[in-house]
């Protein structure tokens, strides 16, 4: 593809869709260029890198503190939320922004159990009665089991998320059109404890660790350096028979041999019987584990040289 660098202007042909300069030499030059920004909190100007101008936002760690820190009222330190009960009306306070929490007491909650509504039938439109705290089901409210499976065969086109594909599917079906394509999508996570989102620095890709982010950040920088070709996350996946595999990085050398490349700070009981599984089933595939160790000494080697690096545990 053709692109055009972000210091001096001139297009050049690349295989890598993040990369943003022509040459290592524009990529120091653009490194030392510092353009000013208002900061919204102080209101004070403050010096920043044309590539940050998107992301740094605050000109201190204070501001940013001020700045994220929403207002409102506090209980022990904590901030509350004003809601209402879906039972009775009235206000209430809670202190977890995503709870789940409908009611405003256990009485409430009890009452919404065996309080009914009457809703159409979905299928035929005949009056039925639902529990209230059942209005929001998936599968949909139907008066008899005949009107449930003419339901489930009525068949509607939809557009893969992923890959594009229109399929057909039930009106309560899934997005994908695949289990590949469930596979490489933003909804399958990883551990509860990652950070995973899109990162705007590597062309709005979606990781599911920070982790994971940072290697690609330094697989960004080894390509403008001419150290490593191209790479790609997760473009492909493993056939291991009963389950399926898909490393994280597929990385082609200056030399075009590829190398996939898996970055796991914590190895659960599954991804180590993947692995073994696919030593075992694809012993002529070269493998590299960014473990917990090499990790710590790539962050402590390229964290300084790369300015929107997330910090998070061991760097």
């Known amino acids: 593809m053709i692109r055009t660098c972000k210091h001096c202007g001139v297009d050049f042909k690349t295989r890598n869709r993040n990369r943003i300069y022509c040459s290592t030499t524009c990529y120091h030059k653009a490194r030392t260029v510092r353009v000013p920004k208002l900061c919204p909190v ?7 890198a044309p590539h940050d101008l998107q992301h740094q ?7 940013r503190y001020n700045g994220l820190r929403k207002p409102g009222p506090r209980k ?10 879906e039972q009775c009306g009235e206000d209430y306070w809670t202190t977890w922004v995503n709870s789940d929490r409908k009611y405003c007491s256990p009485e409430c909650a009890a009452t919404a159990l065996v309080t009914s509504v009457s809703i159409p039938c979905d299928t035929c439109g005949k009056m039925i009665s639902v529990q209230q705290n059942q209005l929001n089901d998936r599968n949909g409210h139907h008066c008899s089991t005949k009107c449930y499976y003419l339901a489930r065969r009525t068949r509607i086109a939809r557009e893969c ?13 899934g997005k994908y059109c695949s289990r590949e394509c469930s596979l490489r999508s933003d909804s399958f996570r ?33 390509m403008d350096r001419y150290i490593v070709a191209d790479w790609e996350f997760e473009p492909d996946i ?9 490393p994280d990085f597929k990385v082609e050398n ?37 473990d917990t160790d090499k990790y710590v000494a790539l962050a402590a080697t390229y964290a300084p040289m790369i300015s929107t690096w997330e910090e998070g545990r061991y760097g």
């Open 190 to 222: 990883a551990h509860g404890n990652s950070k995973g989102g899109k990162r705007d620095d590597l062309g709005g890709v979606y990781f599911r660790s920070t982790w994971e982010a940072n290697y690609a950040r330094i697989l960004n920088l080894l």
């Open 42 to 48: 102080c209101k004070q100007d403050f010096l920043v």
């Open 57 to 63: 936002k605050y000109c201190s760690d204070a501001c």
């Open 238 to 246: 493993f056939d291991l028979g009963d389950e399926r595999y898909i």
């Open 161 to 173: 998320l992923v890959c594009g594909k229109e399929f057909t599917t039930v009106p309560s079906g």
């Open 76 to 85: 022990d330190g904590h901030r509350v939320y004003k809601r209402t009960c």
């Open 254 to 290: 200056m030399h075009g041999d590829i190398v996939y490349h898996e970055v796991k700070g914590y190895m659960d009981a599954t991804s180590k019987r993947k692995l073994r599984k696919m030593a075992k089933q694809y012993p002529n595939v070269p493998l590299v584990l960014i």
